[in-house]
């Protein structure tokens, strides 16, 4: 079971970017699909990008299109996501997990996340 730990977010005024990153413990992680999520207050979790395991192709949701992107370093078991222009709805804990293939569903074990918060 990969173990994953999220870094990276913090508090940025609106129009700002944030790098987040997930470091995974899973010898195997250079063969997994790897998926960004966020969980705002009240609300539930949902995506927000995805990444094949070789990096060629990802996916985004269309509420964050344009602004974020997703890549992954597998020599370093690790996946990244670049956000640019940072509006107050992105607000939220930003979790990373594998997710199954060719498809935007998580599956395994999921990090502590971490909080992202825009504001000014």
């Known amino acids: 079971q990969v173990q994953l730990v999220e870094s990276g977010g913090g508090l940025v005024q609106p129009g700002g970017s944030l790098r987040l990153s997930c470091g995974a413990s899973a010898r195997t992680f250079s063969s997994y699909d790897m998926g960004w999520f966020r969980q705002a207050p009240g609300k539930g979790r949902e995506f927000v990008a995805a990444?094949?395991?070789?990096?060629?192709?990802?996916s985004y949701a269309d509420s964050v299109k344009g602004r974020f992107t997703i890549s992954r370093e597998n020599a370093k078991n690790t996946v990244y996501l670049q956000m640019n222009s940072l509006k107050p709805e992105d607000t939220a804990v930003y979790y990373c997990?594998?997710?199954?293939?060719?498809?935007?569903?998580?599956?395994?074990?999921w990090g502590q996340g971490t909080q992202v918060t825009v504001s000014s």
């Open positions: 990444i094949t395991w070789s990096g060629y192709s990802t």
């Open positions: 997990a594998r997710i199954i293939p060719n498809s935007r569903a998580p599956m395994g074990s």
